[in-house]
């Protein structure tokens, strides 16, 4: 089983950026997606959940209303769009699936399969 993450990069204040997390060897249909994200002394956080069924997301008040979690399940491919970046958005994010149940999961230990984490640099 493997969650690759990638789309991190360089991105000026006000830009955008769209992370990919690819699955292989679970379907994610039967899986809850969140993306967390760690910056520099800080806890790893969830930022963004989508349920496997339904398609419900869930989004830290930091980031709502500019980051979009979703996925296509025939790619097998979570993604995470992200717009109006600010400096504040700069950490490693990670992709992370638990199995669906129907619950929203927000803890880190609770997520069995974790992304490799890509770095998002916002600069003025």
């Known amino acids: 089983v493997q ?12 830009g955008s950026l769209r992370l990919s ?7 994610l249909a039967n899986y809850a997606i969140a993306w967390f994200r760690q910056a520099p002394g ?15 997301t869930y989004y ?11 996925k ?8 995470l769009q992200m717009t109006g970046l600010k400096p504040e958005d ?11 149940d129907g ?5 880190a230990d609770e997520f069995h399969y974790w992304g490799q984490g890509t770095l998002v640099t916002v600069s003025s």
């Open 60 to 70: 830290k008040d930091s980031v709502r209303g500019r980051f979009t979690i979703s």
């Open 90 to 100: 700069t950490a490693v994010y990670y992709c992370a699936a638990v199995v669906g």
């Open 21 to 27: 997390c690819a699955a292989s060897g679970l379907h």
């Open 3 to 14: 969650l690759q993450a990638s789309g991190g990069g360089l991105v000026q204040i006000g």
């Open 42 to 56: 800080k806890e790893r956080a969830v930022i963004a959940h989508i349920f496997n069924i339904g398609g419900s």
């Open 72 to 79: 296509d399940d025939v790619e097998n491919t979570v993604y």
């Open 103 to 107: 619950l929203l999961h927000l803890n």
